[in-house]
């Protein structure tokens, strides 16, 4: 079932907005998992586990962590969180129990995603926060797992305010509205200009910062393909006809 993914205005709405009209059109390749996400499967995926959060009790403003391996998986999820109105709280994937549950403390998240091979991590963390479910993007002991929000029946997702609504909640940085992801895109954007017909290799890894959600959203917003790589994967070669690049320092450059 098609779904308006969010209000105007807000990143979910900016990113995604002409996604399903894009259909099967790869949106990003993740070398690290094998994914392959289509435009329309991206957007599908995103709003229907939104609903199903917004359905197991997530409110609007509360911290979500987002504890991930992939570039693919991290996407999936802070964009389920923002359609439902939530903050997404990246972490660091390196962060073990003691250090995580701290985090999660001083956040207060009540959610958390992460990855089947970070869940026994995610798991001892949620112990000793206030985190009360634990969303496993794969099957993983005592979590839920995100097929089954996929798959829960559909239910309206919150208005929001893209000036005021916290969006992201950086690793010791200071909340971050969907208008300041929206300005962090656009400037990204401004050395390339990107279009549909660009292919962008994102080289950061997913971590407690924002610059690889905010190239991956203006990749997806702008119709091109994101080729999200890290170390072995592209000394195993990518194949695709790259055009721009992400170099250190959070700056993109064409290719």
């Known amino acids: 079932m098609k779904r308006s993914p969010s209000t105007t205005g807000?990143?979910?709405?900016e990113v995604f907005r002409l996604a399903y009209g894009r259909g099967d059109r790869p949106a990003?390749?993740?070398?690290?998992?094998?994914?392959?996400?289509?435009y329309r499967e991206l957007v599908t995926e995103v709003t229907r586990a939104a609903s199903g959060l917004v359905c197991r009790g997530a409110r609007r403003d509360q911290v979500v962590g987002v504890h991930v391996s992939t570039a693919g998986a991290q996407t999936l999820a802070v964009h389920t969180v923002l359609a439902a109105g939530g903050v997404a709280a990246p972490v660091d994937p390196g962060l073990g129990a003691y250090d995580l549950a701290a985090w999660l403390r001083e956040c207060d998240a009540r959610t958390l995603v992460?990855?089947?091979?970070?869940?026994?991590?995610?798991?001892?963390?949620?112990?000793?926060?206030?985190?009360?479910?634990?969303?496993?993007?794969?099957?993983?002991?005592?979590?839920?797992?995100?097929?089954?929000?996929?798959?829960?029946?559909?239910?309206?997702?919150?208005?929001?305010d893209a000036r005021h609504q916290t969006a992201?909640?950086?690793?010791?940085?200071?909340r971050l509205s969907h208008a300041d992801l929206l300005a962090r895109m656009a400037e990204l954007d401004r050395p390339v200009r990107l279009t549909e017909s660009?292919?962008?290799?994102?080289?950061?890894?997913?971590?407690?910062?924002?610059?690889?959600p905010a190239?991956?959203?203006?990749?997806?917003?702008?119709?091109?393909?994101?080729?999200?790589?890290?170390?072995?994967?592209?000394?195993?070669?990518?194949?695709?006809?790259?055009?721009?690049?992400?170099?250190?320092?959070g700056v993109l450059r064409r290719a």
């Open 114 to 160: 992460t990855t089947p091979d970070l869940a026994p991590t995610a798991v001892r963390a949620a112990e000793r926060s206030r985190v009360r479910q634990i969303v496993s993007l794969g099957a993983a002991l005592d979590t839920i797992d995100f097929g089954d929000l996929v798959a829960l029946s559909p239910t309206e997702l919150p208005v929001l």
């Open 168 to 174: 992201l909640l950086p690793a010791g940085g200071r």
């Open 198 to 212: 660009d292919v962008v290799l994102a080289t950061w890894s997913p971590g407690g910062g924002w610059d690889l």
């Open 10 to 13: 807000t990143v979910i709405h």
């Open 215 to 249: 190239l991956i959203a203006l990749g997806v917003s702008k119709g091109a393909t994101v080729v999200a790589a890290q170390g072995a994967d592209l000394a195993r070669g990518h194949g695709f006809s790259v055009t721009v690049v992400s170099d250190p320092g």
């Open 28 to 38: 990003l390749v993740d070398l690290r998992d094998g994914r392959v996400y289509g």
